[in-house]
C-alpha cells in the first residue's frame, strides 16, 4: 500500500513542463505518404485479384461452376477495387479540410 502512494507522490510533482507529448497532425508528410503506400498496396491486391479470377475463368474451361467461380472472384475484386478508390478519395478530402 505504501509502494502506491508514493508511486502516486512522485507522479504529483511532476509538472507540465517535464511532461513533452510529441505533435503531430494529419497533415504530416509522413502519415499522408503512409497513407498513400497502404492504398497502392491494396489497390495491387485487388488488381491481382482480378487478373487471377480472369486466369480462373480462362481455365475453367466451359464448366459453369468453375466459370461461376471465376466470375464472383472478379466481381468480389473489383467491388473491393472501387471501395479502395472511395476510401482513399473520401480520406483525401478529410485530410485537405483539416489543413
Do not use: C
Not at 11 to 19: H, K, M, R, V
Not at 63 to 79: C, F, G, M, R, V
Amino acid at each position: 500500500m505504501i509502494s502506491v502512494i508514493s508511486h502516486w507522490v512522485i507522479l504529483a510533482q511532476i509538472t507540465s513542463d517535464q511532461i513533452r507529448v510529441p505533435k503531430g497532425d494529419l497533415t504530416d508528410r509522413s502519415f499522408t505518404s503512409g497513407l498513400r503506400i497502404a492504398f497502392g498496396i491494396a489497390g495491387g491486391i485487388a488488381l491481382a485479384l482480378i487478373a487471377y479470377g480472369g486466369l480462373k475463368y480462362v481455365l475453367s474451361q466451359g464448366n459453369p461452376q468453375e466459370t461461376a467461380k471465376a466470375k464472383n472472384t472478379i466481381i468480389d475484386a473489383l467491388i473491393g477495387l472501387a471501395v479502395i478508390i472511395f476510401s482513399f478519395a473520401i480520406v483525401g478530402f478529410a485530410v485537405s479540410r483539416l489543413r
